[in-house]
């Protein structure tokens, strides 16, 4: 079974600029959560989609923002881009079916580098 | 909400053990994480308690107190493959939202 893919791997954008990140979810996941990781803040949730549907949000402004398609694959957006967006942005499926399934698979991350 | 912490950085010897503590506040817990993130790559999921108390998976085994708020991660015969940040992260109840703590980088020196 292929993993969690994520595109692109490696994005440089300037300060002002806006970029979309997609996550592909394992086959038959059908939660999609986004996470920002910077060296000094660590892993920090943004979204979580399921269903085509928002389920949970961190505490991000409103430029970040996420959908979610009917075959459960994800985007997220990030609109008017700051230097202090420059991150390794992590995308996580899970398969939600059942009260025990907890277990997140990572993708290898988007490095999204803003000039 | 959630807080969570754990060291920042820790050493440790080859074919050793180390003890990886994380405390967390929380308003509802569900359960708690231990993930292992090589530097450079994706997190990898290691454990996942629910329960009070310590499960083993070969090499590794976490430990949990709910009452305590309290989780650590054993790391048993050391290898130098292990080093790794370790990352502790806490389960809501309800819409379980995942919080991450900031990691522990652990190092293994020969």
Partial sequence: KAGVTQTPRYLIKT????????????????????????PGQGLQFLFEYFSETQRNKGNFPGRFSGRQFSN?????????????????????????ETSGDNEQFFGPGTRLTVL | GQNIDQPTEMTATE?????????YQTSGFNGLFWYQQHA????????????DGLEEKGRFSSFLSRSKGYSYLLLKELQM???????????????????????????VIP
């Fill in chain 1, 15 to 38: 300060r002002g600029q806006q970029v979309t990140l997609s996550c592909s979810p394992i086959s038959g996941h059908r939660s999609v959560s986004w996470y920002q990781q910077t």
């Fill in chain 1, 72 to 96: 459960s694959r994800s985007e997220m957006n990030v609109s008017t881009l700051e230097l202090g967006d420059s991150a390794l942005y992590l995308c996580a499926s899970r398969f939600l």
């Fill in chain 2, 15 to 23: 074919g050793a053990i180390v003890q990886i503590n994380c405390t």
């Fill in chain 2, 40 to 51: 450079g790559e994706a997190p990898t999921f290691l454990s996942y308690n629910v329960l």
């Fill in chain 2, 81 to 107: 493959k292990d080093s790794a940040s370790y990352l502790c992260a806490v389960r809501d109840r309800g819409y379980q939202k995942v919080t991450f703590g900031t990691g522990t980088k652990l190092q």
